[in-house]
């Protein structure tokens, strides 16, 4: 069984930066998808950044040139650095991990940006 733990989340101010880490453990298998998606308050859960294990990354157009997704396959780590938040980025941010059809969850880690 796959398992995903987030952090890394907190209080930031508009402009400023954080850096959210998701440790998986369990069996990891490839070709897999790793990466981050949130959800605000009163909406669904949206894609913010992904990577394949072959490092192709695909990223929400409201992210593009603000947020960096990494990973680290051999600690089995996910990484999203995130510059220039805004108030809209505040959302609970949930570690992914998809392979062959089934998604697993992380519990997410708040990220709250002040405007």
């Known amino acids: 069984q796959v398992q995903l733990m987030e952090s890394g989340g907190g209080l930031v101010q508009a402009g400023g930066s954080l850096t959210l880490s998701c440790a998986a453990s369990?069996?990891?298998?490839?070709?897999?998808?790793m990466g981050w998606y949130r959800q605000a308050p009163g909406n669904e859960r949206e894609l913010v950044a992904v990577?394949?294990?072959?490092?192709?990354?695909d990223y929400a157009e409201s992210v593009k040139g603000r947020f960096t997704v990494s990973r680290d396959n051999a600690k089995k780590m996910v990484y999203l650095q995130m510059n220039s938040l805004k108030a809209e980025d505040t959302a609970v941010y949930h570690c992914?991990?998809?392979?062959?059809?089934?998604?697993?969850w992380g519990k997410g880690t708040l990220v709250t940006v002040s405007s």
């Open positions: 992914n991990y998809n392979v062959m059809g089934r998604k697993y």
């Open positions: 990577m394949t294990s072959s490092n192709n990354t």
């Open positions: 369990g069996n990891i298998l490839a070709p897999n998808v």
